[in-house]
């Protein structure tokens, strides 16, 4: 079984920076695509980004293009998958949540209902 669990969320100002971990335990990453998402109060669910097996691919809603970037871990255990949030605005405050995808080519989805694993969530709080 995998368990994924979100790090790395808190208070930032508006124009801050912050870096979501994704760690897995029970399994490796290996075999699955990751995908970030969030939920803020009274939304539903959305895609944020995703990366695929290698890592070759990855892909981002409009609104965090040019300013979120998604990793992998190149280390031999290959558990953490990473989302770098730079030029925080206010209405990204939400709840993240990351996910796996067990796939069997190397792309990935934003598709909410497409996951197998999800972690409980990370908070991101952008005021002043």
């Known amino acids: 079984q995998l368990q994924l669990v979100e790090s790395g969320g808190g208070l930032v100002q508006p124009g801050g920076s912050l870096r979501l971990s994704c760690a897995a335990s029970g399994l490796t990453l290996d075999g699955y695509a990751i995908g970030w998402f969030r939920q803020a109060p009274g939304k539903e669910r959305e895609g944020v980004s995703c990366?695929?097996?290698?890592?070759?691919?990855?892909?981002?809603a409009d609104f965090v293009k040019g300013r979120f970037t998604i990793s992998r871990s190149r280390d031999n255990a290959k558990n953490t998958v990473y989302l770098q949030m730079n030029s925080l605005k206010p209405e990204d405050t939400a709840v993240y949540y990351c996910a796996a995808d067990q796939v069997y080519d190397d792309g990935c989805s934003t598709y909410v209902g497409g996951m197998n694993y999800w972690g409980k969530g990370t908070l991101v709080t952008v005021s002043s």
């Open positions: 990366i695929s097996r290698s890592g070759g691919s990855t892909k981002y």
